[in-house]
């Protein structure tokens, strides 16, 4: 149990490391100034450019995944098909630590990001539990951006369809290895992620609803914007 709680606590350190912040720090740019003022990846490259926003992207993904993976690594978890509930509660509270450490991170006054691309992260780690549903929640959102060109909306239909996914691969593996009784605590922590996700995407829907909210392609002249220190309103 100490082990797991240390993990706890540096898991949720990791996950608060700001990356877009501190890419916008070394060219000389707060990103919290300029864009939405998020922190997040699709701010950074709003802000910052293609380039550094899909880095941010990378690193957030990163920081989400390999604290799953280790702990997976320290419990066995791939070779135990039958993994007992609480073990998988305890991996999933070391996920869900990422992700709360990306949203409030305790370096920027509990003031971070929306979590998506950590908590896309955090799911890719839990192999081989999760991970295909997870990257089946990519390949939406991918789609959805393309269809829709919002990466809100993009974010919010991929988090309603992790669990989704987590349940219809659960389906199909059993009885192999990941069973549906194996499953469960994966829906319930995705459906709750999903649940977050929304909720810290309502400033979004409220700009869709108005017919405010920007599309892809936003970022195009960021890096002049930044570079002459205009800040683009929120919108």
């Not at 390999?66 to 098909?81: C, K, Q």
């Not at 993994?83 to 305790?106: D, N, Q, R, S, Y």
């Not at 993009?154 to 069973?179: D, Y």
């Amino acid at each position: 149990m100490t082990n797991w709680i240390v993990a706890l606590v540096l898991a949720y350190a990791i996950g608060g490391v700001p990356f877009g912040l501190l890419l916008g720090f070394a060219r000389g740019v707060d990103i919290r100034e300029h864009g939405s003022g998020n922190i997040g990846a699709t701010n950074t490259m709003r802000v910052l450019g293609k380039r550094l926003g899909l880095l941010a992207f990378f690193l957030d993904v990163l920081k989400g995944a390999v604290p799953v993976l280790v702990w997976g690594f320290i419990i066995s978890a791939a070779a135990r098909p039958d993994l007992p509930a609480g073990e998988a509660f305890k991996w999933l509270g070391i996920g869900v630590a990422t992700v709360l450490g990306h949203i409030f991170p305790i370096y920027l006054r509990f003031k971070g990001g929306k979590g998506v691309a950590t908590g896309f992260g955090m799911f890719l780690g839990f192999w081989p539990w999760v991970t295909p549903a997870a990257l089946t929640a990519l390949l939406v959102w991918l789609v959805c951006l393309k269809a829709t060109k919002y990466v809100s909306v993009s974010s919010i239909v991929a988090a309603c369809a992790l669990p989704i996914a987590i349940t219809g691969f659960a389906v199909a593996a059993w009885p192999a290895q990941t069973t549906l009784v194996g499953a469960w605590p994966f829906v319930l922590v995705g459906s709750l992620i999903a649940a977050l996700v929304i909720v810290k995407h309502r400033p979004n829907l409220r700009r869709l609803r108005e017919g405010t909210e920007p599309k892809v392609g936003a970022e195009r002249n960021a890096d002049n914007d930044a570079g002459s220190g205009h800040t683009e309103p929120d919108r």
